[in-house]
């Protein structure tokens, strides 16, 4: 469930596709994850409640430009689209440190993507709902940045423990043109350290079987050229009566904007 304008609710997806919960904590500061153990029915009153509470502190019609600016956001983000995206700063600490495969069966460690930017979200292979939402805005910042692209990484962690192949990443990275991004890559591994990394970065995944949805947070982080973590972003979208995801196409312009801006005030 999202809500209109820009959520602050969980997300939980139709039957058949995959889902987001919660965010991982608050900008600024962690949060230990939520446990494993939380069921999609308790992500979803949790939404129910946070709608209702950002519909009464709102309005009807208060539009996103008039709630205060996030404080430490780069000047040339909007605060119109600081809180599109619920943009905030982290405190530079060490991103956590992983080594997984891409979608082109590459080994790489986090640490050797340093001197770039990185822009880390976490994603399922399977997923129907917010992933695919989430890849386009990817592709989109990528032309966004112009000639900054070759300073900034695109990246995504694997979420579902039960499609945790290479070839499982390789084909969602074709099927929604992440491919046409040369420094994408789409990260799984053995599924204990896909757990860490998800753990380690407080996202919360909920698997119950192979058939059933994978209700999981959805959040970017971005990670400057030394490493450390700068700014945290929660996507979020809305659903037809019929529960297909979406989201207007200024919004996912803005995103992709967004995403693109942050990037470069990161990149110098």
């Known amino acids: 469930m999202t809500t209109t304008p820009p959520a602050s609710s969980d997300t939980v997806s139709p039957p058949g596709g995959g889902g987001s919960a919660g965010p991982p904590g608050r900008p600024g500061r962690k949060l230990r994850p939520l446990p494993l153990a939380l ?11 946070t709608a209702m509470i950002t519909f009464a502190i709102r309005g009807p019609g208060t539009a996103a430009s008039n709630l205060p600016r996030p404080s430490g956001i780069p000047a040339t983000i909007s605060t119109r689209l600081a809180n599109l995206m619920q943009l905030g700063p982290l405190d530079h600490a060490a991103a956590p440190g992983f080594t997984l495969t891409d979608q082109a069966g590459r080994t790489l460690s986090l640490s050797s993507l340093r001197g770039k930017v990185v822009v880390l979200e976490f994603m399922d292979p399977h997923c129907t709902d917010i992933c695919p939402i ?3 805005e990817y592709v989109d910042a990528y032309h966004d940045l112009g000639p900054a692209a070759s300073r900034v990484v695109f990246a995504a962690v694997n979420v579902n423990q039960y499609f945790h192949s290479v070839a499982n990443v390789a084909t969602f990275s074709r099927e929604h043109g992440l491919t046409a991004i040369p420094d994408w890559h789409f990260f799984t591994g053995p599924v204990p350290g896909l757990r860490s990394v998800w753990g380690n970065y407080n996202i919360t995944v909920e698997a119950p079987n192979p058939k059933g949805d994978i209700v999981h947070t959805s959040a ?3 990670i400057d050229a030394r490493g450390r973590e700068a700014f945290l972003a929660m996507p979020a979208v809305d659903h037809t009566s019929k529960g297909t995801a979406f989201l207007p196409a200024g919004q996912m312009a803005a995103w992709g904007k967004g995403i693109a801006l942050v990037a470069r005030s990161l990149a110098g």
Not at 42 to 47: F, M, S
């Open 39 to 49: 069921t999609a029915a308790a992500l979803l009153v949790v939404g129910i409640v």
């Open 134 to 136: 989430v890849s386009q």
């Open 220 to 222: 970017i982080y971005f």
